[in-house]
């Protein structure tokens, strides 16, 4: 695609976003209510949600693993700040754990909780609503409800697909390929779509695409293939999945995965490399890639990854040495903050690089949740006229490889700083899959959420 079409997606998509539907919404609710019950009508340009106390106003946009952990400490580490919450979404769904909900090993109630619970418990304000856009000169955030001031401000929106790399400016096939193969790696309606497409599927060829690096969650898509593939050999269902893989080989915990792929699914998964995507034609359903051309009867699409939408209107995503967009948040490796405005912070999967040893943090719900954490202190540190110490995360993911008997593999990733400040990564992958991997699994995911989830 070229730049000129990039450009004018991403302004499309832009003007749709900054389009004020509450305005419209306003004044018709206005014109059915009596006169004398007549209420305010707040617009895109009123300014809501008052200021609490004496401490600074913090607003985070976007309530995910890290968005929500960051406002419980800053709530413990500032007792006098006044922490808001933006999320769109009516409840909290777990990236982490879906694939096992997919095929019924978890039930819905264990990925999706409610949000106020943790909201009452830690005292930040949850506001369910789009962000539509900022005013950093001001310090505001434009809402679809209204206009919301910040002292600090911490975006932390997850990711967007970038069906753009695959279709151009083509709304149809971006709506159709969306529509009918849905991937589910951003909470949302997909979620339900998703699930029922794996219990409908009755034989045939189902391709999953893989999308390059960076992206959400990097083994997840192998565990997703493996689950899948279980359930259609529970099942006895005449059907193979094809996975299409930008990489040149399986990465990370690449030796598990390929001896579970060998060993429990030999007639059901067929891994191929290089299969960076070329061309997507949903309507006929064929992919051609670098590897060679494809057909499939049914499918799970991936595209290209990017930081959600929110950074892009925040005007905050990094530029290559060339001058094209990174995809990713323009940020300080070290601190978090956005280059340009040290009073945005950037927490979980739309960080930018880190380090030219590894590239970009593990995109995965651990890595948010140590972010959200390392961030509140940081702003804590700065409030109290502290000197900002830099931290390092670390990452751990789990990933289970078979359903009966229950086996999973994972991956752990530890961070250090090398002499000439540069962050080093080291990954050490766990190869054999057990049972006890499976414990240790649910116990993680407990941890975290009685961390942030209050449960």
Same mark, same amino acid.
């Given at each position: 695609m070229s730049d000129t079409k990039t450009s004018s997606a991403n302004a499309q998509r832009r003007r749709f976003l900054l389009t004020p539907p509450a305005m419209a919404l306003g004044a018709a609710a206005a014109a059915s209510l009596p006169a004398q019950a007549a209420p305010t009508i707040l617009t895109p340009q009123s300014r809501i949600l008052p200021r609490q106390g004496k401490g600074p106003r913090i607003v985070i946009c976007g309530g995910?693993?890290?968005?929500? #952990?960051?406002?419980?400490?800053?709530?413990?580490l500032i007792p006098n700040?006044?922490?808001?919450?933006?999320?769109?979404?009516? #409840?909290?769904?777990?990236?982490?754990?879906?694939?096992?909900?997919? *095929? /019924?090993?978890?039930s819905t109630d264990f990925v999706n909780h409610d949000m106020l619970r943790p909201a009452n418990k830690y005292g930040y304000q949850l506001l369910q609503t789009e962000v539509m856009g900022f005013e950093r000169e001001q310090k505001l955030v434009r809402t679809a409800h209204g206009l919301i001031e910040y002292d600090f401000l911490i975006l932390s929106g997850g990711i967007r697909n970038d069906y753009e790399a695959w279709f151009g400016n083509d709304q149809r096939a971006i709506d159709y390929t969306r529509k009918h193969f849905?991937?589910?790696? *951003?909470?949302?309606?997909?979620?339900?779509?998703?699930?029922?497409?794996?219990? /409908?599927f009755k034989g045939g060829t189902l391709v999953m695409t893989l999308p390059p690096p960076p992206h959400r969650c990097p083994p997840s898509p192998y565990e997703r293939a493996c689950l899948i593939a279980w359930h259609i050999k529970k099942n006895k269902i005449p059907g193979?999945?094809?996975?299409?893989?930008?990489?040149?080989?399986?990465?990370? *915990?690449?030796?598990?995965?390929?001896?579970a792929f060998e060993e429990l699914y030999p007639d059901i998964i067929t891994h191929v490399p290089n299969a960076r995507v070329q061309e997507v034609d949903p309507f006929n359903k064929r992919i051609k890639t670098a590897a060679g051309e494809f057909k499939f009867d049914d499918a799970i699409l991936m595209p290209p990854h990017q930081a959600a939408d929110m950074v892009w209107h925040a005007g905050l995503i990094g530029k290559t040495a060339d001058g094209k967009p990174t995809g990713w948040?323009?940020?300080?490796?070290?601190?978090? #903050?956005?280059?340009?405005?040290?009073?945005?912070?950037?927490?979980? /999967?739309?960080?930018?690089? *880190?380090?030219?040893?590894?590239?970009?943090?593990?995109k995965s719900g651990h890595v948010a949740n140590f972010i959200g954490q390392i961030v509140a202190k940081n702003i804590a540190q700065r409030v109290s006229g502290k000197e900002v110490t830099p931290l390092l995360p670390d990452n751990l993911c789990y990933m289970m490889v078979n359903g009966d008997p229950q086996e999973e593999i994972s991956v752990k990733f530890e961070y250090e700083v090398d002499a000439t400040g540069k962050v080093i990564q080291t990954q050490i992958d766990m190869d054999v899959r057990t049972s006890d991997l499976v414990?240790?699994?649910?116990?993680?995911?407990?941890?975290?959420f009685s961390d942030f989830l209050a449960i």
């Open positions: 995910g693993w890290g968005g929500m #952990t960051a406002a419980r400490y800053l709530r413990e700040s006044d922490v808001v919450l933006l999320e769109r979404n009516p #409840t909290f769904w777990s990236g982490p754990m879906s694939n096992k909900w997919l *095929i /019924d090993i978890v849905p991937n589910a790696y *951003i909470p949302n309606q997909e979620m339900f779509a998703l699930k029922q497409k794996v219990k /409908d193979k999945i094809l996975i299409l893989d930008p990489k040149p080989k399986i990465a990370p *915990i690449g030796v598990g995965y390929k001896q948040a323009d940020m300080n490796p070290r601190l978090f #903050t956005a280059n340009s405005d040290d009073r945005v912070y950037f927490v979980g /999967d739309l960080m930018g690089t *880190i380090s030219d040893q590894f590239g970009h943090y593990p414990k240790e699994d649910f116990g993680w995911i407990q941890s975290k």
